[in-house]
């Protein structure tokens, strides 16, 4: 039985293969070796699209199976000795019950976890969508901590959507942005996509001059991506990609949504959208990161792919 786990294990511990690249990345990001002699400043884990349900599997997508692969993750970032988890939104597929099950699994790892809500972690019913197991260092679901001379933003791209509330007005709002978003030919005007709202861009504007004038580097955590142009990107990610843009201390923004992944850079800034791990029956999608001084090394397991940010 330990032979056959420490098989199953090892089936999705390979590195980069050309067909696991992302388009558009140049040569010098992917990771071509294992190990550096620089020591990082820290090292966490990112897990993106978990979708658990007890449910059968849908397309490609494989439910019950993530928790399975949940495991090996944290497996996996127990080796590392990461120094926390990072979850980037949709750990459920639908139905509150489902996160006990999950969350059983990142809380008995022993290893803090930051959690994002994605759009499906609000398919429950309406009397629990503001009391979500997954808030649990704000209400409002967006936060910062500093962390070695990094400051880690977690936004909540759910805030103006036709799902995460059972408030009328912000549920109008919502239908009123997507149709214009249609009427200008936007792909990203569907209703499982979510927007940011002006109090939370203003709190965001304000982290980011904060650590701006204490010269700490920026890394931007979301559920949806803003970069390159796709319809999973956020309703208005083109209002958000005008403000971080004025900041050369912002390195990148890390999300989920898309499952298969993505990855831009402007201005220096990497755009790097994580692949989701509830895709596929067994091949399972994670990352172990490392912040440097100089680059942020991301090494993907299984799916996902490996590369180095520099800056």
């Given amino acids: 039985m330990r032979l056959l786990f420490a098989f199953s294990l090892a089936t999705i511990l390979f590195f980069d293969m050309p067909d696991k690249r992302y388009p558009g990345v140049p040569d010098s990001y992917i990771i071509k070796q294992k190990s550096t002699d620089q020591k990082p ?20 997508r494989y439910f019950r ?20 988890i990072i979850n980037l939104g949709d750990l459920i597929e639908r139905d509150y019950k489902s996160y006990k099950p999950v969350l059983k699994i990142l809380n008995s790892s022993g290893i803090k976890t930051y959690n994002l ?25 967006y936060y910062s901590i500093i962390y070695r001379q990094y400051r880690l933003i977690f936004l909540n791209g759910n805030e103006i959507s036709t799902y995460a509330s059972a408030d009328k ?9 997507i149709a214009n978003l249609k009427k200008n030919g936007e792909i990203n005007a569907i209703d499982w996509n979510g927007g940011i709202g002006r109090q939370q ?3 965001m504007t304000r ?9 700490e580097k920026v ?3 979301c559920h949806f991506p803003i970069e390159p142009e796709n319809i999973h990107n956020l309703l208005n990610y083109k209002e958000i990609n005008g403000v971080i843009l004025n900041y050369p201390n912002i390195i990148a923004w890390f999300s989920g949504h898309n499952h ?14 994580f692949r989701g791990m509830v895709e596929t029956e067994k091949n399972n999608s994670f990352a172990v990161t490392e912040a440097y001084s100089d680059k942020i090394s991301i090494r993907g397991y299984g799916r996902e792919t490996s590369l180095v940010l520099t800056f």
């Fill in 41 to 60: 400043l820290f090292r966490f884990g990112i897990i993106a699209d978990v979708q658990y349900a007890d449910c059968n599997p849908a397309g490609n």
């Fill in 169 to 177: 007005n912000l549920i109008k709002q919502a239908n009123e942005l």
């Fill in 219 to 221: 890394i931007l955590f």
């Fill in 207 to 215: 982290q980011l001059d904060e650590a701006a004038d204490n010269s």
């Fill in 260 to 273: 298969e992944g993505n990855y831009r850079t402007i201005n220096k800034i990497h755009y790097v959208t």
């Fill in 201 to 203: 861009i203003d709190w």
């Fill in 117 to 141: 809500t994605g759009n499906h972690d609000y398919s429950v019913d309406t009397r629990y969508l503001t009391h979500l197991p997954l808030f649990t260092e704000s209400k409002e679901g």
């Fill in 65 to 84: 199976s993530s928790t399975e692969k949940l495991e090996n993750a944290i497996s996996v970032f127990r080796e590392n000795s990461v120094d926390f």
